[in-house]
């Protein structure tokens, strides 16, 4: 019997796409280790840079909102006790395997305490979630005091570049097609059996949640962070970077604005 458990492995994903090319593919479910071999050790330590850069030296415990496939997640672990959130079963299981702590469950409600130093979420996760949505989320995981790190696509681009990648195992190849839209990638999957030259091509399409740095401030403040400061990464082009401090609690800070309301 397999075993459930264990990540799915590129000749499973292929062997998907192969026995019913007209099937749902994505990378939340059969194509995962496509998701994961895009996911290089470089692009894991960038954005762990890039998080661990603005936190202050008090922090301990971490949150990653939406860590996927663990590849920030596994970083941020070197330094911290670090805890993932994602509703995506079959990513989870790459970072479980390796022995890192994740939870099942919505990253813009995650089903945790207010007990972190720090919350952070980089664009993979962003760009699925509106970044109002995943500000109140941070709030609502952080002690008083605790800091929210957020990085958010203003391109689609920034989540994938246009273009074309071939991956390769001992019997399958995989041609990876990359289309962006204004608002939204479309990936076709090209796969060759090298045994008896069977080929197939899959589609998915994913909607880009995007965002300003005006946006990005506002979201913060509404969710009811102070000391909030957002700011384009230069050596992330599309990409903006906010943090801020959930306020510690004198008796009469400002809950947090909940999506849709206003002052």
Do not use: N
């Given at each position: 019997?397999?075993?459930?458990?264990?990540p799915?492995?590129?000749?499973?994903?292929?062997?998907?796409?192969?026995?019913?090319?007209?099937?749902?593919?994505?990378?939340r479910?059969?194509?995962?280790p496509i998701y994961?071999?895009?996911?290089s050790?470089?692009?894991g330590?960038?954005?762990?840079?890039?998080?661990?850069s603005?936190?202050?030296?008090?922090?301990?415990?971490?949150?990653?909102?939406?860590?996927?496939?663990?590849t920030?997640?596994?970083?941020?672990?070197?330094?911290?006790?670090?805890?993932?959130?994602d509703?995506?079963?079959?990513?989870?299981?790459?970072?479980?395997?390796?022995?890192?702590?994740?939870v099942?469950?919505?990253?813009?409600?995650?089903?945790?305490?207010?007990?972190?130093d720090?919350?952070c979420?980089?664009?993979?996760?962003?760009?699925?979630?509106?970044?109002?949505?995943?500000?109140?989320?941070?709030?609502?995981?952080?002690?008083?005091?605790?800091?929210?790190?957020?990085?958010?696509?203003?391109?689609?681009s920034a989540?994938a570049?246009?273009?074309?990648?071939?991956?390769s195992?001992?019997?399958?190849?995989?041609?990876?097609?990359?289309?962006?839209?204004?608002s939204?990638?479309?990936?076709?999957?090209?796969v060759?059996?090298?045994?008896?030259?069977?080929?197939?091509?899959?589609t998915?399409?994913?909607?880009v949640?995007?965002?300003?740095?005006?946006?990005?401030?506002?979201?913060?403040?509404?969710?009811?962070?102070?000391?909030?400061?957002?700011?384009?990464?230069?050596?992330?082009?599309g990409?903006?970077v906010?943090?801020?401090?959930?306020?510690?609690d004198?008796?009469?800070?400002?809950?947090?604005?909940?999506?849709?309301?206003?002052?």
């Amino acid at each position: 019997m397999a075993d459930d458990r264990r990540p799915p492995t590129f000749s499973d994903a292929c062997a998907a796409v192969l026995a019913d090319p007209s099937g749902s593919h994505s990378v939340r479910t059969t194509l995962a280790p496509i998701y994961a071999r895009t996911r290089s050790e470089e692009w894991g330590k960038r954005r762990a840079r890039l998080v661990t850069s603005r936190f202050p030296a008090d922090v301990d415990r971490v949150l990653e909102l939406g860590c996927g496939v663990g590849t920030v997640l596994q970083r941020l672990g070197e330094r911290y006790e670090a805890i993932g959130v994602d509703d995506r079963g079959a990513q989870l299981r790459f970072p479980a395997t390796r022995g890192e702590a994740v939870v099942r469950g919505d990253p813009s409600q995650p089903p945790l305490r207010s007990t972190f130093d720090a919350v952070c979420a980089v664009e993979d996760a962003t760009g699925r979630s509106s970044a109002i949505d995943l500000c109140v989320a941070g709030y609502t995981v952080l002690r008083p005091g605790g800091i929210a790190v957020i990085a958010a696509p203003t391109d689609p681009s920034a989540i994938a570049e246009p273009g074309v990648e071939t991956y390769s195992g001992s019997r399958y190849l995989l041609e990876r097609a990359v289309d962006v839209t204004d608002s939204a990638i479309v990936v076709d999957y090209r796969v060759t059996d090298r045994r008896d030259g069977e080929r197939a091509v899959t589609t998915e399409r994913r909607a880009v949640e995007t965002t300003t740095a005006d946006k990005l401030t506002a979201a913060f403040r509404a969710a009811g962070f102070e000391e909030v400061l957002v700011a384009g990464e230069s050596d992330l082009p599309g990409v903006v970077v906010g943090r801020g401090v959930r306020p510690v609690d004198t008796g009469d800070s400002a809950e947090p604005l909940l999506p849709g309301t206003e002052e």
